[in-house]
């Protein structure tokens, strides 16, 4: 591994539709630049709506072993001494430590069944359905499907909402505290104060007291990553797979002109030729 770079950058990436495809969900030419990344010790953090097991699965895929942030911003759960600084975080299975700020996910599917009941709305949430079924829906094999369905701090839902229906959910969603938040497929409902954002900003602090300076990355593709590129120094947006753009609003904003894994491989290929490593 060469000499960490000064700066250190930090890259915090989305997971679906950013670093791995929306519908295959492989990493494809994305492999080749976390390879680079991990050759001059860049860390890259996982912030996805995706659970602690799914991430587990891709960081061994990878060969990441580096924080990771899951559920939306939920927690963050860190290798057990990756820190020398001190910090406040409880042990977790997989030789990890957790630092929880959101709300768990019994907590949240308790307030969604009376919601459902107050409001009359139809919608489904994960732990709801059988395996069969969220593979199905997801496009994922069944043990994916399963990791998918083990969240701990939120709950994916499956809606069919009009603009009208929307409004009163989120009204309702308000008033237990919550919020949904739009991914690249599918919506998760999240504790309120919940985001990416926070999670991003908590990490990039137990960086920066641990290495001194730190430049921060993000790369995104959808509405719920427009916290975390707001939190870091240099935000980068991947396409859509039909080409387009989210119309999102972030200061600095650079959009690649590539979907998913090959517009990842993209931005990365630009950081680091301006960061000439």
């Not at 000499?3 to 997971?15: A, E």
């Not at 489904?124 to 079924?133: A, D, I, L, P």
Request: proline share 8%; with cysteine; aromatic share 8%.
């Amino acid at each position: 591994m060469n000499r960490l770079p000064t700066p250190l950058p930090v890259v915090f990436t989305d997971l679906d539709g950013t670093l791995l495809d929306l519908h295959t969900y492989d990493p494809g030419p994305a492999r080749e630049a976390v390879a680079r990344l991990l050759e001059h010790g860049i860390p890259i953090v996982f912030c996805s709506s995706k659970t602690r097991a799914e991430q587990l699965a891709y960081r061994r895929q990878l060969g990441i072993r580096d924080p990771f942030i899951v559920e939306n911003g939920a927690a963050i759960f860190l290798p057990r001494r990756y820190f020398t600084i001190p910090y406040k975080a409880r042990p977790a299975a997989h030789g990890l430590e957790v630092i929880v700020l959101g709300r768990s996910a019994t907590e949240i599917r308790r307030a969604l069944r009376t919601i459902r009941k107050e409001t009359g709305l139809s919608f489904r949430g994960y732990h709801e359905m059988t395996v069969e079924e969220v593979a199905r829906l997801t496009g994922l094999p069944p043990e994916a499907a399963r990791w998918a369905m083990t969240r701990e701090y939120s709950e994916t839902i499956v809606v069919d909402f009009d603009p009208t229906d929307w409004q009163r959910f989120n009204a309702a969603l308000a008033t237990h505290s919550l919020v949904c938040f739009a991914g690249g497929r599918f919506y998760t409902v999240v504790g309120l104060g919940t985001d990416k954002g926070r999670a991003v900003r908590k990490l990039a602090e137990l960086y920066r007291q641990q290495y001194g300076a730190i430049l921060t990355i993000g790369l995104g593709d959808s509405p719920n990553d427009v916290p975390m590129l707001r939190a870091v120094d240099r935000p980068f947006l991947v396409q859509r797979p039909d080409g387009s753009w989210e119309s999102v609003n972030v200061p600095g904003l650079v959009p690649i002109p590539a979907p998913g894994p090959q517009g990842w491989q993209m931005a990365i290929e630009q950081l680091l030729a301006q960061l000439a490593v």
